[in-house]
């Protein structure tokens, strides 16, 4: 290429100084170009991971600590509560002592089933976890629609014990 362009018309009238000085900026300008799309976003990359990566780490961290706080008590609920099944008066009890009012109820091992009508969606909520903390209770299928007054929901929910098996 740079036979080729000793060869043209424009390089030969050029001086040697010229020549020199035309050779030295296509240097500069190719090392400029290499800089820019190269060598500078992995400049600029690395410096915004170093400013980022404390905070990952920490936020990592706290994200472990959760989980294992969390595997600690999945490993503990069942040890300490043993395998407890819920029957239909309990269940029963539960929702009326959480301002429930049910319009349908099945149960079948280790399945529940329920549909309610005008509840508080706090209470309902409320209920749904306090089972699955007592109960180990987790839902698998929850339908919610909003009433027109505030808070107020009909609901269908299936709730599956941990302990049976799917």
């Not at 296509?26 to 820019?36: E, N, P, R």
């Amino acid at each position: 290429m740079i036979r080729q362009l000793g060869n043209t018309k424009f390089w030969r009238e050029r001086s040697s100084r010229e020549q020199r000085l035309l050779v030295i900026t296509a240097i500069f300008l190719f090392i400029g170009l290499i800089f820019s799309t190269l060598v500078e976003p992995a400049l600029n990359g690395r410096h915004f991971w170093q400013q980022s990566l404390p905070q990952l780490r920490l936020e990592r961290a706290q994200m472990q600590a959760l989980a294992s706080q969390l595997n600690g008590k999945a490993s503990a609920a069942p040890s300490a509560t043993g395998v407890r099944s819920i029957d239909r008066t309990q269940l029963e009890r539960s929702l009326s002592d959480s301002a429930i009012k049910v319009s349908s109820l099945d149960i079948s091992a280790g399945l529940i089933r329920l549909r309610c009508s005008d509840v508080s969606f706090d209470s309902l909520n409320r209920w749904l976890q306090q089972i699955h903390r007592e109960r180990s209770y987790v839902v698998i299928d929850i339908s919610i629609i909003a009433r027109e007054r505030a808070g107020q929901v009909d609901a269908s929910v299936s709730l599956r014990s941990l302990s049976a098996t799917p």
